[in-house]
């Protein structure tokens, strides 16, 4: 209860400092790029079997029901509405929260963050903006990739009992896909890449002293933002409900 | 106007030559004492050691005076101004002043030696042109010996060269004061002695005044003008090495055992 406390005041003090000049551009871009290509191969790989795996379990009940010919816009509405925005957040988690959380955590206990404060350089700028930012910029980006790419690992699934053209396929994937469905899983990625971001920022910067302290922040980066992802991702749920966007 | 009168107070304070003073200072974690009613001066271009234990708190004293922990109470005159009523910005000027040596050296390891060095000049970047940010770079490495290293990575190096190049980050801006935390702990003998010989010839270079803390004599006895021991929190005793080492007191005479 405390922690949820103190991140708020951290995520705060993230929307202080983050509108004030002067701004570090040239780290942000770099952290976009180390954060967004560091985690696509494997976003990439779980995406594509996730989509495949998908496709090949489903069928069978779709065709006790009748209705195999409704498989890929089933998937699709799966996949874009949820797996593909959760799994993707989980395994950014994983990789990016966990690696923001030691290397800012091995900079605390060095003394590094404190040697960039008496060297002029705002360290939460430089360090928890930028990282932040990117983050949250990033994981729609990433999502959208996935999702891409686990369609079209379900058309491989689709093609492995029958023969179905890309074309025809794809067709009937966003013929099924309002933009009620993609809307809210688009908009809801921001909120896991910002929680993941914030959190691995967080941990990292009020690391334990000691070895153990960073890979106490990594371990903990991963399982918060985590626990954070489910929860915001119920929240999310609950209001498109009541907005009646679907 | 009023920055005028600040300039010319600063102006005064120098010329009278504490570039550095503590006053009853105070610190405490919890229930642990650290400093304890410490004070001390540091004149315009003097070398002055701190002397203590491990774990006296010399590292939590200068930590006190760059602004990294902010003490319980008592002031701390940098250049004539008290840096706890500073708010940052005014903080920031000053340190742009003021290098500190971090005991653990604090190198940026995911940077290379020369990203190391030119970290600190951004606090210059609207005025600097990446001419002269190599030119002071390549100065500072050529100070410490270490031209060769500009391209690798801290993780590359040795511990007598990580000193070194963590020597020449903070000496890049030329600060008037150098604060170094145990300069010569975690290095052997030799390469301790000529970490201070460097320090020597760099302050002359530069004129500038020195704090260094430490524990090792061989340090002590080549660098210090003047030592200030802290014990229990405060100014045990002050004088040169050659007095201090006639002394009997106890206390004074562990260190020269
Ligand atoms: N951030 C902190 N929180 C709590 N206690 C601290 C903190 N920093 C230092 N201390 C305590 O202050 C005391 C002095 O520590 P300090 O690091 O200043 O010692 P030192 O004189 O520099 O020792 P050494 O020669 O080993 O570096 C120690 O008892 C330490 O436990
Ligand atoms: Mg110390």
């Not at chain 2, 060269?161 to 030799?190: C, F, H, Q, S």
Request: charged share 20%.
């Amino acid at each position: 209860m405390q922690e949820t406390g103190d991140v708020s005041v951290f995520a705060i003090r993230f929307f202080k400092e983050a509108f004030k000049p002067r701004y570090e551009i040239s780290e942000f871009i770099r952290q976009c790029f180390v954060i967004g290509y560091k985690s696509l191969p494997l976003i990439g790989l779980t995406g594509f079997i996730m989509g495949l795996v998908l496709t090949m379990q489903l069928r069978p009940s779709l065709i006790e029901y009748g209705v195999e010919s409704q498989l890929p816009a089933m998937v699709g509405i799966a996949i874009v509405r949820e797996i593909g925005p959760v799994i993707t957040a989980l395994i950014f988690a994983g990789k990016i929260g966990s690696s923001i959380g030691a290397e800012l955590g091995s900079m605390k206990v060095t003394e590094q963050i404190d040697a960039m404060e008496v060297s002029g350089t705002n360290p939460f700028k430089y360090l928890v903006v930028t990282r932040v930012l990117a983050a949250t910029l990033m994981l729609p980006v990433l999502v959208m990739l996935g999702d891409a790419i686990s369609l079209f690992g379900s058309y491989l699934g689709v093609n492995i009992r029958g023969v179905t053209s890309f074309h025809l396929f794809y067709t009937q994937v966003f013929d099924n896909l309002a933009f009620g469905d993609v809307l809210p899983a688009f908009i809801k990625s921001f909120f896991f890449g910002f929680a993941v971001g914030i959190i691995g920022c967080y941990k990292g910067y009020y690391s334990a002293k000691g070895t153990e302290g960073v890979g106490q922040s990594a371990n903990s980066a991963v399982v918060v933002s985590s626990i954070v992802i489910f929860v915001i991702d119920l929240v999310v749920v609950q209001i498109t409900d009541l907005l009646n966007l679907n | 106007m009023k920055e005028q009168v600040l300039i010319q107070a600063e102006k005064k304070k120098e010329s009278s030559g504490d570039v550095l003073v503590v006053k009853h200072l105070y610190k405490s974690f919890g229930s642990n004492k650290v400093l304890n009613d410490f004070n001390l001066t540091l004149v315009n271009g003097e070398n002055l050691v701190v002397l203590g234990k491990s774990g006296s708190g010399k590292s939590v004293l200068i930590k006190c005076i760059i602004g990294l922990l902010m003490p319980d109470s008592g002031v701390i005159e940098l250049f004539g101004r008290n840096i706890t009523d500073l708010d940052h910005e005014e903080l920031d000027k000053v340190r742009a002043k003021v290098g500190f040596l971090f005991q653990s050296n604090a190198l940026y390891d995911s940077m290379t030696v020369r990203q190391n060095l030119e970290f600190p000049l951004r606090r210059h970047w609207m005025h600097v042109t990446q001419q002269e940010v190599d030119n002071l770079v390549q100065e500072a490495l050529e100070d410490v010996g270490l031209a060769h290293t500009i391209n690798m990575m801290p993780a590359e190096l040795s511990g007598g060269m990580r000193k070194r190049i963590a020597l020449a980050r903070t000496l890049i801006l030329k600060p008037e004061i150098i604060l170094y935390d145990e300069p010569t702990t975690g290095l052997d003998p030799v390469t301790g002695k000529e970490i201070i010989e460097l320090i020597m010839t760099i302050q002359k270079k530069y004129r500038s005044s020195s704090l260094i803390i430490s524990h090792d004599m061989t340090c002590v006895r080549l660098a210090a003008d003047r030592i200030v021991v802290l014990i229990n929190g405060r100014c045990y005793a002050e004088g040169a090495y050659d007095e201090l080492k006639r002394s009997v007191d106890p206390g004074i005479k562990q260190f020269f055992e």
